[in-house]
């Protein structure tokens, strides 16, 4: 008896795009966009710019998957460098290019690479001079400072909390920059040139349209929150959802097969302080490279690539890569150790699939996939890609979809033109001195806000009131809140602490968490109940990253955390 | 000659109470004060169990208890319990309260005015929002100085200790009820009457309506004011206060840290839980250290040498399965209810007994609700029968002491 092939038997029937039942929407846009992260908001921003008409879908909050729970790097592709010099390139072109589109969102991230005494060390050291100095051709692209080649004294001096015996190490310079507040402004951009953006609303169907007039695809969605159904009518369909682009293929009836990722979460243990001015680089147990470097206010350390499987939007650090981390650093910088972390945070890369591998060997790079072959031309996912280089994959995606779809010949604008709060940054102590604000919670606001701080600290002079500080450890003033639920699309506590990094200090939100809420609810019109049910659900969130990470100062806080909320708040 | 002497280590709620209860059973007591803990950061509100999970509950204290308390001269216990604004926009219900909060229970159907100042924290309109429709925003001047717009809250209530600056206060607000288009039953204002002691009922006299302070954040002035209270009340009972902190503690004699050692017949431990600094939390991260640690261990340790177990749940804890250390997220909220990290203390009898002539109160009480009132009324009862155990232990030793010496005149 002929054996029938075992995989035809379990092959699925093709899949095929399904056509809208309800009658097509009269809400019509050029190019709709599913997901809220780097790239979706890269491609709405750069699209709206050439004079498309974009509506962006996204699930949860802007930056709530890989692009706001990255190293908050704008690196230049140094790995790139022997296997494509062109990414490097282009890489670091582009990092040039953000700085002017967003300079002050941006700070420099010196980093320190110790090269430890071993056979062949000394080789080893040479390799990495010279191969940091063919990276050095590339840093004056990204105002870049030249690598330097340090002996032992040199980075003890440099970093003294540098331990074990050295040959030596280098220097290098990269850029840092908070990823949240990009995919916002990229958001916002989009928004101020005709677009629209609906956030915390589902998409859970795309579909062809029934009849033959007007643009091809219906994408639905509906609001989480409000349960309000949003329907759109659109020529082009843009999956930029990640981790998620799998999923959100599967909504349109198109196969899974063709936006394979391979999930690769990445967890990041955050520390209380700025522990040291230089990012170290050190090896974990098992030979991959990770560091502890400043970063914003606090210190990062990071990361892990671990396939993952799990639940995308509930995805948690756990304690046993905490240790993972913490035992790789401390082997280079010790004083890790006694630092108080004080909290984790989680994201999956939507690595381009591959199978056998290791994690780490895994290509960054980004890939366009175009579903015409599935039968559905127009629709194009993005896979793969990183924070440094969604400016390039958004520009490789638009100039594709406004040349062979939209017929619009306008160049791409996005690495001339500034992201809103870019045209210039304002001189933070002069704001603080005029408007009464302590000069750090001015700087602060200043990096978050550039130019438009100003906008901000209108409010103030409105109503001075609103220049109270609610968040104390970032620090982030009233004005600043309101401004963000209003301006910014922000509708729960963890969207301003994505935002603003309200409740993302030392005290995890115990001091800041409810009166966020009583003015997220004021300014949303909800019940005053509605706020404090956020403010409960923001810190027993927040609670549980930082529990994976505990230490005998941060169990004190959470026990002092859990007083507050018992004695004011109600049951956590 | 009396040997009737009780060591109470720990100065908070719990080993206040523990020394006053000791001290009116008439035992000599010595108080071993290490510093501020988790009291000094208590919000004032006083429950026996989480207010929100203590409906039904009756809202009555023991009268052994409220006998001390009052004699802590400081809070008040009403009949039928308290209700309590908090700035986290709630209206709690509570069993009694530090004397400068406003009890709204009594106010049903009044208005209640809710001043208006730009004080960290405080938006009144959005707490008179929160709070409910008796609540109205008032206009009023609270802050005479600018660097009383970022001043911490203890800080801003020490200021009115000051009688003259009381009186300015009571003006405004006299002047705000004046200016006020309706009638006003009640103010509540910002955490700000007083260190020394509550300056609300001299308030409410000055201005004639109920004042008095909304719940803040922990930190605020409610426990220092705890704090001189506990210093009058100790004062008054004739107990002697030691400042230095316990370092070893065995049946009958407690170590400190300035190399003195003190004898007694019972001991009283009362320093705390994780968040007074009783009980301390080892990291796996800092057990990691160097290398593994030679032997297994719980995640939990007591902060002085006591020859005590810690357990919760009833049990005492095992020997770990990790040398790398218990996964953190398997003891604490919010990953478990009723987390090991919440429950962990010193498993005892009801009246504090853990040891011969070593007893228990307050946080470092396994399974106990880490409350006020819980604490109080722990160190009441391992008060007294810490006073009993010495008072028994020196009478059998003087009558062991007569029995040998029969010649003694």
């Known amino acids: 008896m002929p054996e029938e092939p075992v995989s035809s038997s379990l092959r699925p029937p093709p899949a095929s795009m399904p056509v809208a039942d309800e009658p097509p929407p009269a809400d019509e846009v050029d190019v709709a966009v599913i997901g809220g992260g780097v790239n979706g908001t890269g491609v709405a921003r750069d699209l709206a710019l050439r004079g498309a008409t974009v509506a962006l879908f996204e699930r949860n909050d802007l930056a709530f998957g890989a692009s706001g729970n990255s190293s908050g790097m704008i690196h230049g592709g140094v790995r790139y460098l022997l296997s494509s010099p062109s990414v490097t390139e282009s890489s670091c072109r582009d990092s040039g290019y953000i700085q002017r589109i967003a300079p002050h969102l941006l700070f420099r991230m010196p980093f320190l690479m110790p090269v430890r005494k071993a056979p062949q060390a000394r080789l080893m050291f040479e390799l990495i001079d010279a191969y940091f100095r063919a990276y050095d051709d590339y840093q004056p692209l990204k105002r870049g400072e030249p690598h330097c080649r340090l002996d032992a004294s040199d980075l003890a001096r440099l970093e003294p909390g540098i331990v074990g015996s050295l040959v030596g190490g280098i220097s290098f310079d990269e850029w840092g920059i908070d990823g949240a507040r990009l995919c916002v402004l990229n958001a916002l951009d989009a928004i101020e040139h005709g677009g629209r953006v609906h956030v915390h609303t589902d998409v859970d169907s795309i579909a062809r349209a029934p009849d033959g007039e007007g643009p091809r695809y219906v994408v639905s969605a509906r609001d989480r929150f409000t349960g309000a159904r949003v329907r759109v009518r659109a020529h082009v369909v843009v999956n930029a959802t990640g981790a998620w682009s799998p999923i959100t293929a599967s909504l349109g009836g198109l196969p899974q097969t063709r936006v394979r990722i391979r999930p690769g979460k990445g967890i990041h243990v955050v520390l209380d302080r700025r522990i040291g001015n230089y990012g170290v680089i050190s090896e974990a147990i098992d030979r991959r490279q990770i560091f502890v470097y400043p970063w914003q206010n606090v210190s990062i350390v990071g990361t892990t690539d671990d396939d993952y499987y799990g639940d995308l939007d509930d995805v948690r650090a756990t304690s046993e890569e905490v240790r993972y981390l913490v035992q790789g650093v401390a082997s280079v910088f010790p004083s890790v150790r006694e630092a108080r972390a004080i909290g984790t945070y989680a994201g999956v890369r939507p690595t381009i699939y591959a199978y056998g591998p290791n994690e780490d060997a895994l290509s960054r790079e980004h890939a366009i996939v175009d579903h015409a072959p599935d039968g559905a031309p127009g629709v194009y996912s993005m896979i793969g890609g990183k924070l440094a280089s969604y400016r390039i994959f958004a520009q490789e995606l638009s100039d594709l979809v406004a040349g062979r779809e939209l017929q619009i010949s306008v160049p791409c604008s996005t690495h001339t033109r500034c992201l809103p709060g870019g045209e210039h940054v304002p001189d933070a102590l002069e704001l603080a001195a005029k408007h009464a604000l302590t000069p750090v919670a001015a700087r602060r606001l200043v990096f978050r806000h550039g130019s438009r701080a100003l906008r901000v600290l209108e409010r103030v002079a409105r109503r001075p009131v609103e220049r109270e500080v609610t968040c104390p450890c970032e620090p982030v003033i009233e004005a600043e809140v309101r401004h963000v639920v209003r301006e910014e699309m922000a509708r729960t506590v963890d969207d301003v602490a994505r935002r603003t990094r309200l409740g993302l200090g030392a005290c995890g939100g115990m001091r800041c968490a409810a009166r966020c809420g009583q003015i997220l609810a004021h300014e949303l019109d909800l019940v005053p109940a509605e706020g404090r049910r956020m403010a409960r659900e923001f810190l027993e969130r927040q609670a549980r990253t930082r529990v994976v990470g505990l230490g005998p100062e941060q169990a004190r806080q959470e026990a002092l955390t859990l007083a507050h909320v018992r004695a004011s708040l109600g049951e956590p | 000659m009396t040997t009737a002497t009780v060591i109470v280590v720990g100065a908070g709620v719990a080993g206040t109470a523990a020394a006053l209860a000791a001290s009116r059973a008439g035992a000599r007591v010595v108080l071993v004060d290490g510093g501020t803990g988790a009291s000094t950061l208590a919000t004032g509100a006083l429950d026996f ?197 316990a370092i070893r503690v065995e049946p009958g004699r407690v170590a400190t840290d300035d190399g003195a050692a003190l004898d007694a017949a019972a001991v009283v431990l009362a320093t705390g839980g994780l968040l007074g600094g009783g009980i301390e939390y080892a990291s796996s991260e800092s057990i990691l250290a160097a290398a593994l640690p030679p032997f297994a261990r719980v995640p939990f340790q007591l902060t002085i040498e006591v020859p005590l177990a810690l357990g919760a749940h009833g049990q005492p804890f095992h020997v770990p399965g990790s040398l790398a250390g218990i996964p953190p997220e398997s003891l604490a909220w919010p990953f478990v209810r009723d987390a090991t990290m919440d429950a962990v203390g010193v498993i005892a009898a009801a009246d504090g007994r853990a040891a011969e002539r070593l007893f228990i109160a307050g946080d470092l009480l396994a399974d106990a609700p880490r409350t006020w009132l819980q604490a109080f009324s722990s160190g009441v009862r391992a008060g007294a029968a810490a006073a009993r155990e010495a008072v028994t232990a020196s009478a059998s030793r003087s009558e062991a002491s007569g029995a040998a010496s029969p010649s003694r005149p």
Do not use: N
């Open chain 2, 49 to 245: 169990v989480p207010w929100y999970a203590a409906a039904g509950q009756p809202w009555r204290v023991p009268a052994d208890v409220a006998a001390l308390l009052a004699s802590l001269d400081a809070y008040v216990v009403p009949d039928g319990g308290a209700m309590l604004p908090t700035t986290a926009g709630v209206v709690r219900a509570a069993v009694g309260h530090e004397g400068a909060l406003l009890d709204v229970r009594p106010l049903a159907g009044k208005r209640v005015a809710v001043v208006r100042c730009e004080r960290p924290g405080w938006d009144a309109d959005a707490l008179a929002r929160a709070w409910g429709e008796a609540y109205v925003p008032l206009d009023a001047t609270l802050l005479r100085q600018v660097d009383e717009r970022l001043a911490p809250d203890a800080d801003f209530a020490a200021r009115h200790d000051d009688p003259a600056r009381l009186e300015w206060l009571a003006a405004r607000l006299r002047d705000a009820l004046s200016r006020a288009g309706s009638r006003v039953d009640a103010i509540v204002l910002p955490a700000s009457l007083g260190v020394e002691r509550a300056r609300a009922a001299e308030l409410t006299r000055r201005v004639g309506v109920p004042c008095g302070e909304a719940i803040g954040l922990p930190g605020g002035p409610s426990g220092l004011r705890f704090e001189r209270a506990r210093d009058r009340a100790v004062e008054a009972a004739g107990v002697r206060r030691v400042s230095a902190r």
